[in-house]
């Protein structure tokens, strides 16, 4: 079930296709940097629309990772060596394949699938999307990145902010003034496709933000978050002696929820 913009929810049944990402010869050596914004960018945002009383927006841009640059744009914007990557389908995957115009013919045992531009799955498709991304907020939007964090974007007309974003990776926070807002929203979806928005009231980052629509004030909690946290089960927490080594995946599951609780 996926939840709409007004409350609504609905069944969508989806069908991807993944890259292993693991099987890249070269992923150990892959640039990985994507736009994330830091803590004090995402507070900062907040702050300025409280303060300034404009509307804030979360906007979540869908297949991201389908709509980055290509291996061709990356290598010329780079300077990197224009990468060859190619894959091949599941056996039970190609007669769905043969039934595409120009695939008919295609054999599994001579022939793979050549990718233009990394996927789901590639190591590099957070970079390539943040790339595509950077060009449309700063050349079309006319945003620019803040010293302090690239991931933090201003804009300003007449020597007045006007607006202010934040990336983190695929989902964007927006505030400014309402008019500024839907033009950046209007270049994004140019671009990118329909945008899912959502006003007042949303998660970003784990954080519930909700924003009062005559004070402009905004309320911050991790309610929600907190929820979603999961107490550890495992077969040798309640008979293991305290000074016995815990089992690998006891182990992972004790970092991952240490981590998740210091977030």
Not at 31 to 54: F, H, L, P
Not at 225 to 240: E, Q, R, S
Request: some cysteine; aromatic content about 6%; hydrophobic content about 40%.
């Amino acid at each position: 079930m996926e939840l709409l913009p007004d409350g609504t929810t609905r069944r969508i049944i989806k069908a991807r296709l993944t890259i292993r990402g693991f099987k890249d010869r070269d992923a150990q050596d892959l640039i990985r940097d994507a736009g994330t914004s830091q803590r004090y960018s995402q507070r900062m945002i907040v702050s300025e629309a409280a303060n300034r009383g404009w509307n804030i927006v979360t906007a979540d841009i869908s297949k991201a990772f389908l709509q980055g640059v290509t291996y061709k744009e990356l290598a010329e914007l780079t300077g990197e060596p224009l990468r060859d990557v190619n894959f091949y389908l599941p056996p039970s995957s190609v007669a769905v394949l043969k039934q595409i115009d120009g695939y008919t013919t295609f054999d599994p045992a001579t022939e793979v699938l050549h990718s233009l531009k990394p996927s789901t799955g590639s190591v590099d498709a957070p970079r390539c999307f943040h790339l595509k991304l950077a060009q449309i907020t700063r050349s079309k939007c006319k945003l620019v990145p803040t010293r302090t964090d690239e991931a933090l974007l201003i804009l300003h007309r007449g020597g007045k902010l006007v607006a202010i974003l934040t990336i983190h990776v695929d989902d964007l926070k927006l505030a400014g003034e309402l008019v500024i807002i839907k033009e950046i929203i209007g270049h994004l979806e140019t671009t990118f496709g329909k945008l899912i928005l959502q006003w007042s009231n949303f998660l970003n980052c784990g954080v519930r933000h909700i924003q009062c629509p005559k004070t402009f004030t905004i309320t911050l909690d991790k309610n929600d978050y907190c929820k979603a946290l999961k107490t550890i089960t495992h077969p040798t927490v309640k008979a293991a002696n305290k000074d016995n080594i815990v089992p690998s995946d006891l182990f992972e599951q004790f970092m991952s929820l240490r981590g998740a609780v210091a977030y």
